[in-house]
């Protein structure tokens, strides 16, 4: 009886025994490092845009885009910047005109006020994006130039908008939507504009864009980031236009973004020419003069 017992006991022990060699071990294993300077800030900034707290991943990326002598998440904070302001510049711009409809539409003064009161707002945030737009532009295409290749790092977001935001067709249509839902309509517009802008970005749908992104960063092509830059530009000049807030000085300083934009494309395409995209690039031109004239 007392060898079975004593058996036992030894075949117990052996696990126990490995066991605490392995905690001892992994006890005396280097700990990872945690990131510092500027990889710690950028890595918050990821954190942040795939948690869709946009504003706070530009608060984490507004030191590295500006950063001089340039470090390594330059860069790719300027990219990742782009993103975000673009997808704002589409959000307040998709309020704004429902807001400014659903004030033309509707019938009843209370209505009216608080939808012109919202078009208002969005349009000061709008604006605000636009030229976070313009100077982001400003520091990518420093001296005409950009990278043949630029890095797009980044997760998905987690929380993807919708294709269309229901609220927002209502009123349009002079329809009143309650505060609560005005609140849902604007975190949905602006999930919708991100998400547009990372498709755009990897000339794609959402679909690609996820995919693109399943690693943490995907390589985009200066070229073509930099033409869907300065359309994008031309765009956020048009919150400054007569119809939205009538500010001709600043639409002109958007849209002399544009034209570095076209430039930085233009050197690309001296050393590698491309038929096509020099149309594009063409086509981008002679838009943002057309805009220009008009001012």
Same mark, same amino acid.
């Given at each position: 009886?007392? *060898?079975?017992?004593?058996?036992?006991?030894?075949?117990?022990?052996?696990?126990?025994?490995?066991?605490?060699?392995?905690?001892?071990?992994?006890?005396?294993?280097? !700990? $990872? =490092?945690? =990131?510092?300077?500027?990889?710690?800030? #950028?890595?918050?900034?990821?954190?942040?845009?795939?948690? %869709?707290?946009?504003?706070?991943?530009?608060?984490?990326?507004?030191? *590295?885009?500006?950063? /001089?002598?340039?470090?390594?998440?330059?860069?790719?904070?300027?990219?990742?910047?782009? $993103?975000?302001?673009?997808?704002? @510049?589409?959000?307040?711009?998709?309020?704004?005109?429902? #807001?400014?409809?659903?004030? +033309?539409? /509707?019938?009843?003064?209370?209505?009216?006020?608080?939808?012109?009161?919202?078009?208002?707002? %969005?349009?000061?945030?709008?604006?605000?994006?636009?030229?976070?737009?313009?100077?982001?532009?400003?520091?990518?295409?420093?001296?005409?130039?950009?990278?043949?290749?630029?890095?797009?790092?980044? =997760? #998905?977001?987690?929380?993807?908008? !919708?294709?269309? @935001? @229901? +609220?927002?067709?209502?009123?349009?249509?002079?329809?009143?939507?309650?505060?609560?839902?005005?609140?849902?309509?604007? $975190?949905?517009?602006? %999930?919708?504009?991100?998400?547009?802008?990372?498709?755009?970005?990897?000339?794609?749908?959402?679909?690609?864009?996820?995919?693109?992104?399943?690693?943490?960063?995907?390589?985009?092509?200066?070229?073509?980031?930099? *033409?869907?830059?300065?359309?994008?530009?031309?765009?956020?000049?048009?919150?400054?236009?007569?119809?939205?807030? %009538?500010?001709?000085?600043?639409?002109?300083?958007?849209?002399?973004?544009?034209?570095?934009?076209?430039?930085?494309?233009?050197?690309?395409?001296?050393?590698? =020419?491309?038929? +096509?995209?020099?149309? +594009?690039?063409?086509?981008?031109?002679?838009?943002?003069?057309?805009? *220009?004239?008009?001012?």
């Amino acid at each position: 009886m007392y *060898l079975a017992n004593h058996s036992l006991i030894h075949f117990l022990r052996v696990p126990v025994v490995l066991l605490a060699a392995l905690a001892f071990t992994l006890s005396c294993s280097a !700990p $990872v =490092p945690k =990131p510092t300077g500027p990889a710690a800030d #950028y890595q918050d900034a990821k954190d942040m845009f795939k948690r %869709n707290r946009f504003d706070r991943a530009l608060d984490f990326t507004d030191g *590295l885009a500006s950063a /001089t002598p340039a470090t390594n998440y330059t860069e790719r904070a300027q990219v990742l910047r782009v $993103v975000i302001y673009t997808g704002q @510049v589409e959000s307040y711009k998709e309020l704004v005109d429902a #807001y400014g409809k659903g004030a +033309d539409e /509707t019938k009843n003064t209370h209505f009216k006020a608080e939808y012109k009161r919202m078009r208002q707002d %969005n349009m000061q945030y709008g604006m605000k994006a636009a030229l976070g737009l313009a100077e982001t532009a400003h520091q990518l295409l420093e001296g005409g130039k950009v990278s043949k290749e630029l890095i797009l790092e980044a =997760p #998905y977001p987690s929380i993807e908008g !919708p294709l269309d @935001v @229901v +609220d927002l067709v209502h009123v349009k249509e002079g329809g009143w939507v309650e505060p609560d839902h005005q609140e849902i309509a604007a $975190v949905d517009s602006l %999930n919708k504009g991100i998400d547009d802008a990372l498709a755009a970005t990897v000339s794609g749908d959402r679909a690609k864009a996820r995919d693109a992104l399943a690693s943490g960063s995907t390589t985009l092509s200066g070229l073509d980031f930099t *033409l869907f830059l300065g359309n994008q530009l031309l765009e956020a000049a048009s919150l400054f236009d007569r119809k939205h807030s %009538n500010d001709p000085m600043k639409q002109r300083t958007v849209c002399n973004e544009g034209f570095e934009a076209v430039k930085a494309a233009e050197a690309l395409l001296k050393e590698t =020419p491309d038929k +096509d995209k020099e149309k +594009d690039v063409k086509k981008l031109e002679d838009r943002i003069r057309t805009t *220009l004239k008009s001012i």
